[in-house]
């Protein structure tokens, strides 16, 4: 019995010594490298993107310039402003001199472009819900079809400066969203997405922190 206790004893010494409170977690707010500084300009132009794919009843350049343009001005201290730049292939982003006219003027801007595609898919399977009594349901569990609406959004963005016509940032971005609604619409499903693409782009970009978990020995 003595042998049994001091067993027991020893145990919970142990994990006296490993309690939780030999460290402390802290969520501090760390800034994240940005490639690009919007300062060294004094303008943002957003041209239209090379569209690849996209659903019936929806504009994928207008919806991405009537979003990018104002969340581009609430960040920016400079002018953002859309410019017709036609697109044909993506052999285009790797020209610098197709760049270079658009630094014409004396705001030697930053260029928004890329390529974009949004698909959208409706999923059906069948779901069994199962047998709780046999009072209830003598036969068989109890079937039903779920249906859902998948969206995705790919968007291959590139940041190019005008004056040289140098590509300072591609990224790209992939969100994929469902839908219970299967009747779900386009542009509510784009602005979803979309957001999601905005976060990421902006933390990039402008050097946003973030918030990271940490822990302090306090031992």
């Known amino acids: ?32 490298y940005s490639p690009v500084k919007l300062e060294d300009f004094l303008e943002v132009v957003i041209t239209p993107f090379l569209v690849a794919d996209q659903p019936q009843g929806i504009d994928l350049n207008k919806e991405i310039a009537d979003y990018l343009k104002p ?11 859309l410019r ?19 630094a014409a003027g004396s705001s030697k801007p930053l260029v928004v472009t890329g ?23 003598p036969l068989s569990p109890q079937r039903s079809l779920d249906e859902r609406r998948i ?3 790919e968007i291959s ?10 590509t300072l940032l591609q990224r790209d971005f992939k969100e994929t969203k469902s839908y219970t609604n299967p009747n779900q619409r386009t542009d509510f499903a784009f602005y979803d997405l979309i957001q999601r693409v905005k976060a990421k782009l902006f933390r990039l970009i402008l050097g946003e922190e973030r918030i990271q978990d940490r822990y302090l020995l306090t031992r």
Request: net charge positive; glycine share 2%.
């Open 157 to 166: 963005l590139y940041l190019i400066k005008a004056e040289t016509g140098e």
């Open 115 to 137: 390529r974009v595609t949004l698909n959208q898919e409706t999923r059906k399977a069948i779901l069994t819900r199962p047998v709780r009594s046999l009072e209830e349901e």
């Open 151 to 153: 969206f995705t959004l």
């Open 1 to 32: 019995m003595r042998k049994n206790s001091w067993a027991v004893a020893c145990l919970v010494l142990f994990l006296a010594a490993c309690r939780s409170d030999a460290y402390r977690k802290l969520r501090v707010e760390l800034p994240a």
């Open 71 to 81: 969340e581009l001005e609430r960040k920016f201290k400079g002018r953002v402003t």
């Open 84 to 102: 017709q730049v036609p697109l044909e292939s993506e052999e285009a982003f790797k020209q610098p001199e197709y760049w270079r006219s658009l």
